[in-house]
């Protein structure tokens, strides 16, 4: 009987492995958003953030800025094979926006990890100055889905303001 009790107790210790669980969140609400050439709606664009070792970028299609006023924040779904990304990643030192805007690649520091998102929404609510010939893009992040390489899943919904951008009708 005590062999059978000494396995059943070996069995639960085991069933209740919690296979490393670990819940990480993303924290780029001080850094400011970034991009390296000029932001033009109708455009496809790169913006991203920096904090420290780590990068939020979030690739847009041509669809998604428009020079319009939205009634409202419009969606775009991200997804890991779509033309509208998040990536996550991770680097081996301090990275800084030459890393993303230099001509040639550099080759330091490297990229320790790159995670795109699974799922989630990109919401873009358009605004026009007074001026009427410059829009304000403010752009929020909402059920971004990151799965590692261990395959943990990272669901962050914390990641709300990514940031606002300008745009301008063509001279």
Known sequence: MNKYLFF???FLFYACDD???QIETLDFDAATIQNCEVIEAGSA???FKLNTTEALILELSAAVLKN???????AHLVTASGATKVTYRTFSDNISNSYFCSDVPLTSPTVVEEIIAE???VFITTTVK???LTYEHEI???GISLITSKDTRIT???????GTVITSLPE
Do not use: C, Y
């Open 156 to 162: 962050d919904l914390s990641i709300n303001n990514f």
């Open 45 to 47: 664009n790169v913006l």
């Open 119 to 121: 799922a989630g929404s």
């Open 8 to 10: 059943g107790f070996i």
């Open 19 to 21: 296979g490393e669980l």
């Open 130 to 132: 007074a001026d009427s």
């Open 140 to 142: 929020q992040l909402s």
């Open 68 to 74: 319009e006023i939205s009634d409202g924040p419009v």
